[in-house]
């Protein structure tokens, strides 16, 4: 039984890549490992060579087997615990630089990857496994609130390519990758230690959600041409030229949730007091309100920003599952490896497709709310789940697709409400707010 494969003998780790799949190919170096967290299921060597018979008349099987192109798949499912779900959750999502961090701010058009360095103990030595260009075609968030077992995240993730440090040896040996397609020095890298702290449960996530009119916001007065995007946490301010305007609260950024900013009338008179904008006025007299109640959206010069009267939390919930689904478009072709040599690779590169955000909600029911939104055929203007500490997600301009709430003798009423998120806005790529984030 010592010789056996045990789970519990393998450890993970990634570090974000600048482009896709740029680690391994010796145009990106090797930095610090990020610990993934809590992995619930994992197979960095999951490959497909995708072989194809070639049959011919006077045999009685297929004489010649061709080897098509490689396809990397990569399973995931992580519980969250400490950061990492926090950058491989962004990642999928789309990030991007504000306030000197990366944040999963909201939809990209292109790809954001890792490569993801395992390791395996055999006995006493140890192997190990480098993936490179591991792109997130699927995220799913699961809260189990019946259970209250920890958040789990879902991906369904794809790799450029995988290899094995060829001789196991020393655990710092078995982490350099040398003489094959791609490559990478890992040996003088410090292992980052696990999370001391519990993971999140979906008892420290609250969900709420609006309906109705929006009255209340603001409408925003900048120079000619510029526009305006407010994220979870953020409100960006632009010029004409797509350039952060540095006359904008800090190097072109307000964070909403500043003491200094955190109601549109602390943050109506600091716009103000910025050379080239202010707010034209406060819609609805909702001086006291929080910004982070605003529509996620894009806004042009003049116009406005809404939010909800009221956010209102989600009664009853019993399940919640938040999918991203960026429906990613594998590019095959020949790829050269660092030895020179080259390979067939069905992920070569990757295009990302339009992305579909759909959250499922299943609660007891309470009353008509939701069946009567969908009949209506009118938006949730807002929905955030927020993990208090640890952040929160905000989605935007959601349609309940389905509502079904079936009766059984002597049991509760039980409500599936199924919702996509389309995001808001006047101007340029409104859609991309449709998911937003701070965490």
């Given at each position: 039984m010592a010789d056996i494969r045990r789970p519990q003998q393998v450890n993970a780790y990634f570090q974000t890549e600048t482009a896709y799949a740029t680690i391994g190919k010796n145009t990106q170096a090797e930095g610090a490992l990020s610990h993934i967290g809590l992995l619930d299921t994992f197979d960095p060597r999951m490959v497909d060579h995708q072989y194809a018979a070639v049959s011919t008349v006077g045999y009685s099987v297929a004489p010649h087997i061709l080897k098509g192109a490689t396809m990397v798949t990569l399973p995931l499912k992580i519980g969250a615990w400490g950061d990492g779900w926090k950058t491989l959750l962004g990642r999928c999502i789309g990030?991007?630089?504000?306030?000197?961090?990366?944040?999963?701010?909201?939809?990209?058009?292109?790809?954001?990857?890792?490569?993801?360095?395992?390791?395996?103990?055999?006995?006493?030595?140890?192997?190990?496994?480098?993936?490179?260009?591991?792109?997130?075609?699927?995220?799913?968030?699961?809260?189990?609130?019946?259970?209250?077992?920890?958040?789990?995240?879902?991906?369904?993730?794809?790799?450029?390519?995988?290899?094995?440090?060829?001789?196991?040896?020393?655990r710092t040996a078995a982490r350099t990758f040398a003489g094959?397609?791609?490559?990478?020095?890992?040996?003088?890298?410090?292992?980052?230690?696990?999370?001391?702290?519990?993971?999140?449960?979906?008892?420290?996530?609250?969900?709420?959600?609006s309906t109705g009119s929006m009255s209340k916001g603001f409408t925003f007065d900048g120079p000619a041409n510029s526009y305006v995007e407010v994220g979870e946490k953020y409100i960006l301010g632009y010029l004409s030229t797509g350039l952060l305007d540095s006359n904008f609260g800090t190097g072109g950024i307000y964070d909403m949730t500043l003491d200094a900013n955190n109601t549109l009338t602390k943050l109506k008179d600091l716009i103000d007091n910025d050379t080239g904008w202010g707010t034209q006025t406060i819609l609805g007299?909702?001086?006291?309100?929080?910004?982070?109640?605003?529509?996620?959206?894009?806004?042009?010069?003049?116009?406005?920003?809404?939010?909800?009267?009221?956010m209102t939390v989600w009664p009853y919930v019993k399940t919640a599952k938040l999918t991203i689904d960026n429906q990613h478009i594998p590019l095959p072709g020949v790829g050269t490896g660092v030895d020179g040599s080259k390979k067939l690779l069905q992920n070569n590169d990757i295009a990302r497709g339009e992305s579909i955000i759909t959250l499922e909600i299943t609660s007891t029911a309470k009353d008509e709310t939701f069946y009567d939104e969908m009949v209506a055929g009118d938006a949730l203007p807002l929905v955030r789940l927020d993990f208090g500490t640890n952040g929160s997600i905000a989605l935007t301009n959601g349609r309940i697709m389905s509502r079904t709430a079936g009766y059984a003798a002597g049991t509760e009423v039980t409500e599936t409400v199924a919702m996509q998120f389309y995001g808001a806005g006047n101007y340029t790529n409104y859609s991309k707010y449709a998911i937003s984030g701070d965490f």
């Open positions: 990030q991007s630089t504000i306030d000197s961090a990366a944040r999963p701010a909201h939809l990209r058009n292109d790809i954001q990857t890792v490569a993801i360095v395992a390791e395996e103990q055999l006995a006493s030595t140890y192997q190990g496994s480098l993936a490179s260009g591991v792109a997130f075609n699927k995220a799913t968030l699961d809260l189990d609130y019946t259970s209250n077992a920890p958040v789990m995240i879902d991906f369904d993730a794809t790799a450029y390519y995988v290899v094995d440090e060829a001789t196991p040896g020393t094959d397609f791609i490559t990478g020095d890992y040996s003088s890298q410090t292992l980052p230690s696990e999370p001391t702290t519990d993971p999140i449960l979906p008892t420290d996530v609250e969900i709420k959600y007299g909702a001086g006291s309100s929080n910004p982070l109640d605003l529509q996620k959206g894009v806004y042009s010069d003049g116009g406005s920003a809404f939010m909800p009267s009221s």
